[in-house]
């Protein structure tokens, strides 16, 4: 039983992936067809996001009302009602009105899995589960592709992955009883408690700078991955159709770095994947110094790809040992919450240095942020614990 529910969070971390790169594969079919500017993409991902943390926040309260099964089977079922209802959007304001249920769903789904195998799980399977999310968001633009290339509108494209997530739903709906079988006393002794406080969870020991250390890391892939390319194509003249393609590697480094971090993780605590992942980032941003030229950075990046897999699911699954059960909702619920903060503000903030300086400032930014990450957590270790 264990095993099959297992085999359940699996394929919903891959069904949580589908849908994150849709927007971006279907937005230039869209904004033509809407006649809206192109920039207004950005107005859907933000309402996304804004919903996506709020949802994120609200999870130690839902699931101790709820269960983390009952969390997960309604908000897949939002996500896969607003993405139906993406598919059969005629305007664009039809668009920001269901980009509200697609982000509360997503934050509530991704926090409540989160938390759960972090209690219930070793950190093999949270590497491997990530390594899943990779794949799903991987497979989310093929299938749009695959819908274009077609002759059939970006609609369609949406409503395979809505049937998709309905078929998830069913899945979830059916496994309810195997969340509570595996749960077991754990969760019982947990949902008996009052939901925390925002003040009460940042009053906890060492959570403020694990924050940070969440913070900087979505930050710091965001970064990478909207502006590895531009760099490549910008600092060194490598073409747009090249640097693409390296873009393309860094998210390949990260699946393909979560997949390998699942078998060193029967050998490292998370504290020392956390470390190992952030020294081959520094490591890799030495391949960034102009002398080295463009082929350096083009390994460059891959390499920080490969350094960025282990980090974000290390951080999480440590959440429970390091600060208890009782708490690890509250925590990862607002650990979700700052990492779309991070994702919303680093990324943006670069874009300004490189308009108003130089794009040469990539690595500088990138260094500057994971050091700052690699102290936040260390000074999270030590205040919190080594796990």
């Known amino acids: 039983m264990v095993q099959l529910l297992l085999a359940i969070i699996y394929l919903a971390f891959i069904s949580l992936g589908l849908p994150d790169a849709l927007l971006g594969s279907a937005w230039p079919s869209i904004y033509q067809e809407f006649n809206v500017p192109v920039s207004y993409m950005g107005i859907v991902s933000a309402l ?28 897949v079922a ?16 039809m ?24 209690m219930h799980y070793s950190s093999r399977h949270m590497s491997w589960l ?11 633009p093929y299938i749009m592709s695959f819908a274009l290339s077609g002759g059939q509108p970006w609609n369609m494209g949406y409503r395979y992955i809505a049937f998709m997530q309905m078929a998830l739903t069913a899945i979830l709906i059916f496994s309810l009883p195997l969340w509570k079988k595996n749960s077991g006393q754990k969760e019982s002794t947990v949902d008996e408690q009052k939901p925390m406080t925002f003040g009460q969870v940042l009053s906890i020991r060492g959570v403020k700078a694990i924050m940070l250390t969440f913070f ?27 640097a693409a393609r390296y873009g393309s590697l860094f998210y390949l480094g990260i699946t393909v770095g979560r997949a390998a971090s699942g078998f060193l993780t029967m050998k490292f605590s998370d504290t020392k994947m956390v470390r190992l992942g952030t020294a081959v980032i520094l490591a890799a941003l030495v391949l960034f ?21 282990p980090i ?50 990539f690595p500088v930014y990138m260094l500057a942020v994971t050091v700052v990450m690699g102290l936040m957590h260390e000074k999270a270790v030590k205040r919190a614990g080594n796990v």
């Open 48 to 75: 996304i996001s804004i919903d996506t943390v709020i949802s994120s926040l609200m999870s130690d309260w839902m699931n101790r009302k709820l269960g983390a099964g009952k969390v997960t089977a309604i908000s």
């Open 78 to 93: 939002m996500t896969a009602l607003a993405l139906l209802g993406f598919s059969f959007s005629s305007s664009f304001w």
């Open 95 to 118: 668009l920001c009105l269901l980009a509200i249920p697609y982000g509360l769903g997503a934050g509530g789904v991704d926090a409540a899995l989160n938390n759960y195998v972090a």
């Open 130 to 140: 990530h390594c899943m999310w990779g794949i799903g968001a991987s497979v989310g």
């Open 216 to 242: 900087c890391y979505c930050g710091l892939e965001q970064t990478a991955g909207l502006w590895g390319s531009s760099f490549l194509s910008m600092a060194h003249g490598i073409s747009a159709e090249e």
């Open 289 to 309: 110094i102009p002398v080295f030229g463009p082929n350096a950075a083009k390994i460059g990046l891959v390499l920080i790809g490969l350094g960025c897999a």
């Open 312 to 361: 974000y699911p290390s951080i999480v699954h440590a959440t429970p040992a390091r600060f208890g059960a009782a708490r690890s909702q509250a925590i990862i619920g607002m650990q979700m919450a700052v990492a779309y903060v991070g994702i919303c503000l680093l990324p943006p903030l670069f874009g300004l240095l490189a308009d108003h300086v130089t794009i040469w400032l």
